[in-house]
């Protein structure tokens, strides 16, 4: 009885042990035929060849390696905008122009100057001329002559001159007073005789005065003679001018009332006579300065006009000096250089494109004063990528790396790239921020997409690659974060042990094992018990 128990026990025993190998043996089936999915918690993984690499990712934008914000050199106002935002423009084009009439005309006094200098230049080097040596003898020898004749004192013949020029005065005078006593014969010969030399005398008197008086207010202090002297001499002639213009009126009312004659013929016999007395006066005066010599001031003046002419036949007839030379040829090499700024400032007013591109601003129109940027450009054929890469990152980045960028307007499409430079400095951040941050910029390969600058990129760059190495599903492996250690559990003759392995390069997915492990090994995730097989890409053990 014990025993058929027990038989059936074992036949019991052995049914389920044969379902569950069936049953094993289909979900083996099933894990073959299924593709390769991602490890979870209780799989069971095998070690296998492969290949790895590393990627940092980082954002950016697109920008133009060459562009440019033009502003004119010069202020002035805009004549004339050739461009609009968006043309297309080649290296030279004119994009912009100033109103240049005042540069014109700088341009021309420039001219005109440098011709003038070059001119004086050239005539300085020249030997001055047989003609020009005599006529600055000449002019030597008149003011000489001028100047002997000041030191010599009067010339008899001019003093006989003046004589003879008195005498004739006085005779015109005694005829003026005769054709006066012929037409006023109302009264005695006698009284009309004394009336008249009463009015002539005043008359004379009161001219004498007035002259006096207008010299006296035009006198220079000179030698001797000071201010002071001349103000009280000034003074005093005023004061004999009041008092002989008062003699005047009165010899004039005695006169009138001793001439009963016409009166107009009288009127212009008085005329005459006032005339030729005057003219005595003038006579008196100019035998007076023949006979007084020449002053002190008109010998210096005399000298000093001699003293500038022997100079001018000096250098006449020793050419110029060295320094004389050489002022000149500053001169002319100033107004070279004056003309070439000039024609700079009138080229200057014509904005070119630097480089072949696009318009993409413009900041003035026609009729506006410059001031601060005119006019935007890019070449669009020049286009980077600008990408903000982590400090953490930069470190595993150098220069010839590729990459593999995609824009937020064209997400699907990949664009090759290649690391051309790593900014030297941090970009800045904010006070408060613990980020850090390098500019890193990409070279992007040909593409037909239209590109524009501004757009949002993001970019993977591949940082390391490591080919035919040993590799497991980073899942399979527990850290010991404390103790530096990383464990698997590694499945061997239906046990299941844990081992410890060292690692290297790792991604997002698998881990390269380089130590602990074989290919073919098989692990199991976490703690619970194996569910399914999970092979290694290209087939391995247990993979079929």
Request: hydrophobic residues 45%; glycine residues 6%.
């Amino acid at each position: 009885m014990q025993t058929k128990r027990n038989r059936k026990r074992q036949w019991l025993i052995g049914g389920l042990i044969l379902i569950a190998l069936i049953a094993v043996g289909l979900t083996a089936l099933r894990i073959i035929d299924r593709p390769v999915q991602a490890a979870a918690t209780g799989d069971i993984v095998t070690a296998f060849i492969g290949d790895l690499s590393a990627n940092a990712t980082a954002d950016g934008t697109v920008r133009a390696q060459r562009e440019a914000e033009l502003s004119f050199i010069n202020s002035g106002t805009v004549e004339t905008v050739f461009v609009d935002v968006g043309d297309i423009v080649d290296a030279g084009d004119p994009l912009a122009q100033l109103e240049t009439s005042d540069l014109e005309r700088a341009v021309a006094n420039a001219e005109q100057m440098l011709i003038i200098r070059e001119a004086d230049l050239e005539t300085l080097l020249e030997p001055a001329s047989d003609e020009d040596i005599a006529a600055a003898e000449a002019a030597v020898s008149s003011v000489q002559a001028q100047l002997d004749d000041l030191l010599d004192g009067p010339d008899e013949d001019d003093v006989a001159a003046a004589e003879a020029a008195l005498r004739a005065a006085q005779s015109d005078l005694n005829a003026a007073y005769a054709g006066l006593s012929e037409e006023t014969e109302g009264a005695s010969v006698d009284e009309i005789e004394a009336a008249a030399i009463e009015l002539e005398l005043a008359q004379a008197d009161a001219t004498s005065a007035a002259e006096w008086h207008s010299t006296t207010l035009v006198m220079k202090p000179e030698g001797r003679l000071s201010q002071d002297r001349i103000d009280g001499m000034e003074e005093a002639a005023r004061i004999t001018a009041v008092e002989a213009n008062a003699r005047l009126a009165e010899a004039e009312y005695v006169y009138d009332i001793v001439i009963n004659g016409d009166s107009n013929s009288i009127a212009a016999l008085q005329a005459n006579v006032s005339l030729r007395a005057a003219a005595v006066e003038s006579a008196q005066a100019q035998l007076d300065l023949v006979l007084e010599g020449a002053s002190d001031a008109e010998i210096a003046a005399a000298a000093a006009t001699l003293a500038q002419k022997q100079a001018v036949l000096a250098d006449l007839m020793d050419g110029a000096t060295n320094l004389q030379i050489a002022t000149a040829e500053a001169q002319a090499e100033q107004a070279r250089i004056s003309l070439q700024a000039a024609q700079q400032d009138l080229e200057d007013a014509m904005l070119t494109a630097p480089f072949a591109g696009t318009i993409t601003a413009v900041h003035i129109s026609s009729g506006e004063q410059t001031g601060g940027i005119a006019i935007e450009m890019v070449d669009p054929t020049s286009l980077e990528v600008v990408l903000d890469v982590d400090e953490v990152d930069v470190g595993e980045i150098v220069v010839g790396q590729t990459a593999v960028v995609t824009l937020e307007t064209w997400p699907d499409v990949d664009i090759d790239a290649t690391v051309a430079s790593i900014a030297p400095e941090n970009t800045a951040t904010t006070a408060d921020s613990t980020l850090v941050s390098y500019e890193v910029y990409l070279t992007l390969s040909e593409t037909d997409l239209p590109i524009l600058v501004g757009m949002t990129a993001n970019a993977q760059l591949i940082t390391d690659q490591k080919t035919d190495v040993l590799l497991i599903p980073s899942q399979a492996i527990t850290p010991d974060r404390a103790a530096g250690k990383y464990y698997v559990n590694r499945i061997a003759d239906g046990m299941t042990e844990q081992i410890e392995v060292t690692i290297g390069l790792s991604d997002d997915e698998n881990t390269q094992i380089t130590g602990g492990l074989e290919a073919g090994d098989q692990l199991l995730i976490g703690d619970a018990a194996p569910v399914q097989t999970i092979s290694p890409p290209g087939g391995g053990p247990g993979g079929g």
